[in-house]
């Protein structure tokens, strides 16, 4: 956590599931903000997240999440560390498989994603890979795994999707 938040003193941690926050209407509702179906294990409606809220003394700064989605050849896991008004201040793969891994979780990868925010992903199309806007600047660093770097944006997407219809975004 202190690498992603140097200034942080202390986090709170939370665990939340679209179950419990609103069932099958908020299920409807995140599925259609993304563009696309939850589909499999990572993305089932009792699927925990972990939200860590993190303070300097006793100021909230910032939120780190993550979530899981399914990669070429296998589980990826994205996590962002966000300000509070949804700006992205670290973009993370804590874990990936696949052979091109180590270019996808490159810093430089990464910095990329620093800066955006939510209304920026609404400009990514999950399902054809089209972008545009401040999204459509990043680049792959692996054009050999053209289906990790879009799950990764994906991935990116979701987790902010989630982030403010759990309310810890604003709209």
């Known amino acids: ?8 003193t202390g986090n709170k941690t939370i665990h939340v599931s679209i179950v419990q926050q609103g069932g099958e209407p908020l299920l409807t509702k995140i599925e259609t903000r ?33 979530v899981n989605q399914k990669g070429q050849f296998g589980g990826i896991q994205v ?3 966000l300000d509070l008004e949804g700006r992205i201040k670290a973009f993370y793969i804590q874990k990936m498989t696949s052979k091109y891994a180590g270019k996808l979780r490159d ?20 399902i054809s890979g089209k972008a545009s806007g401040k999204v459509e600047a990043i680049k792959n660093p692996a054009p050999e795994a053209e289906a990790d770097f879009r799950a990764s944006l994906r991935a990116t997407k979701k987790n902010l999707v989630l982030m403010e219809e759990f309310g810890y975004l604003p709209p």
């Open 107 to 126: 810093a430089n990868f990464g910095r990329q994603f620093l800066g955006l925010t939510l209304k920026d992903l609404e400009l990514y199309d999950v």
């Open 34 to 66: 993304p563009g696309d179906k939850f589909r499999g294990i990572y993305e089932t409606i009792d699927v925990p997240y972990t939200i860590y809220e993190i303070f300097t003394n006793k100021k909230k700064v910032g939120y780190i999440h993550g």
């Open 1 to 8: 956590m202190t690498r992603l938040f140097p200034e942080s």
């Open 79 to 81: 996590f962002l560390a």
